[in-house]
């Protein structure tokens, strides 16, 4: 009975899957954490820009406008 369970490799295999499913998921979120900051830089950067321009100052934008 020992040696059939030793021979056993579905639980090696649920451990695979359990440790490939883990890296991925680090992945995914240092990916989503990264990308979140630029975004909230750029909606932080609209957000002044807009501002500025409700205000009648401009704002950080380069556009000429005629």
Known sequence: MLARLIKD???ATAIE??????????GAIT???LVGTSVTGLFVTVSGDLAGAAAGTG????????
Do not use: D, K, P, Q
Not at 17 to 26: D, E, K, N, R, T
Not at 59 to 66: E, L, N
């Open 59 to 66: 704002g950080s934008g380069t556009g000429g406008g005629t």
């Open 31 to 33: 990916t989503m954490e």
């Open 9 to 11: 490799e579905r639980g």
């Open 17 to 26: 899957y359990a440790l490939i499913g883990a890296l991925v998921s680090l």
